[in-house]
T-cell receptor, first 115, second 117 residues
């Protein structure tokens, strides 16, 4: 079974700073996807960024980028030039590329961006 | 793209009652998922449909839970004889996929928050 661990329950930074959220996972699969989802207070879960395990290049979406270390089974999210609207719960998630379609989520990191 | 729609947004009921939630996925999506999220935790997978076929169910889905997707469009999740431990946010997600390959992300609805008195 796959597991996803987010070791930082809460983080807080000042607006415009850079912040990195950590995620580690455990799997015996060789092909899979990793995701970061954002869940603002009382709002729906939104996909932030996706990484395919067979791709060595780290994914980037505007101010969001990941550091994917396959051997270490690590998948961190970096948010540059943080904005007040980035305040949310952030969930790291794993999905096998074949077969079962379910997302396996970590416990989440509550990120607060302070003005 | 109207997004994934879930109804109701909130449901308050007494222990022992039955409840039913509805999910309308994004129209072109053939895959539909149900998750449960308790306060301060990440969502946990409950069940998954491809078109009208229910292809996987979690051990979390006890006999009191049943999900359907009769025409491969909307889905319902029913909980019979509700218990205090059923209090949670129930999330629906949808995606498009072909065969056994996963290559599209899941899009989530706003969820239905269930409170058991």
């Amino acid at each position: 079974a796959q597991t996803v661990t987010q070791s930082q329950p809460e983080m807080s930074v000042q607006e415009a700073e850079t912040v990195t959220l950590s995620c580690t996972y455990d799997t015996s699969e060789s092909n899979y996807y990793l995701f970061w989802y954002k869940q603002p207070p009382s709002r729906q879960m939104i996909l932030v960024i996706r990484q395919e395990a067979y791709k060595q290049q780290n994914a980037t979406e505007n101010r969001f980028s990941v550091n994917f270390q396959k051997a270490a089974k690590s998948f961190s999210l970096k948010i540059s030039d943080s904005q007040l609207g980035d305040t949310a719960m952030y969930f790291c998630a794993f999905m096998k590329s074949m077969g079962a379609q379910k997302l396996v989520f970590g416990q989440g990191t509550r990120l607060t961006i302070n003005p | 793209d109207t997004g994934v729609s879930q109804n109701p947004r909130h449901k308050i009921t007494k222990r022992g009652q039955n409840v039913t939630f509805r999910c309308d996925p994004i129209s072109e999506h053939n895959r539909l998922y149900w998750y449960r999220q308790t306060l301060g935790q990440g969502p946990e997978f409950l069940t998954y449909f491809q078109n009208e076929a229910q292809l996987e169910k979690s051990r979390l889905l006890s006999d009191r839970f049943s999900a359907e997707r009769p025409k491969g469009s909307f889905s319902t999740l029913e909980i019979q004889r509700t218990e205090q431990g059923d209090s949670a946010m129930y999330l629906c997600a949808s995606s498009f996929g072909q065969g056994r390959v996963t290559n599209q992300p899941q899009h989530f609805g706003d969820g239905t928050r269930l409170s058991i008195l």
